[in-house]
């Protein structure tokens, strides 16, 4: 099981960029799945972003699709999310998540209770 931790949360201007760290501690970082998932007041959790680290292939909800991109730097056990033209619907709380990966389906299923390890969450404050 993987121990995740967030970082580069904070408050960013409507139109501007954060970028979202998951540093991973733990063995067999390679064989995981790793999410980032958002979380509003009052709304569900919802899946974001996805990337495999057997073999990066790569996920993106709508929601952010075309503005974000995710990256494994495998040596660092670290998952970047960087997103951009943010804008105030982006404010949440960000977790970033672990499961192992199995097959491309999980990818673009991005189900919370199927991810095992999860980090504690940073905040990402846009203001309009």
């Known amino acids: 099981e993987l121990h995740l931790v967030e970082s580069g949360g904070g408050l960013v201007q409507a139109g501007g960029s954060v970028r979202l760290s998951c540093t991973a501690s733990?063995?067999?970082?390679?064989?995981?799945?790793i999410g980032w998932f958002r979380q509003a007041p009052g709304k569900e959790r919802e899946g974001v972003s996805c990337?495999?680290?057997?073999?990066?292939?790569?996920y993106y909800a709508d929601s952010v699709k075309g503005r974000s991109t995710i990256t494994a730097f495998h040596a660092k056990k670290t998952v970047v999310l960087e997103m951009n033209a943010l804008n105030p619907e982006d404010t949440a709380v960000y977790f970033c998540?672990?499961?192992?990966?199995?097959?491309?389906?999980?990818?673009?299923?991005?189900?919370?209770?199927?991810?095992?390890?999860w980090g504690r969450g940073t905040q990402v404050t846009v203001s309009s």
């Open positions: 990337i495999s680290n057997k073999d990066l292939s790569t």
């Open positions: 998540a672990a499961q192992v990966y199995t097959d491309a389906q999980i990818m673009s299923d991005m189900v919370p209770r199927e991810y095992g390890s």
């Open positions: 733990g063995s067999d970082f390679n064989d995981y799945a």
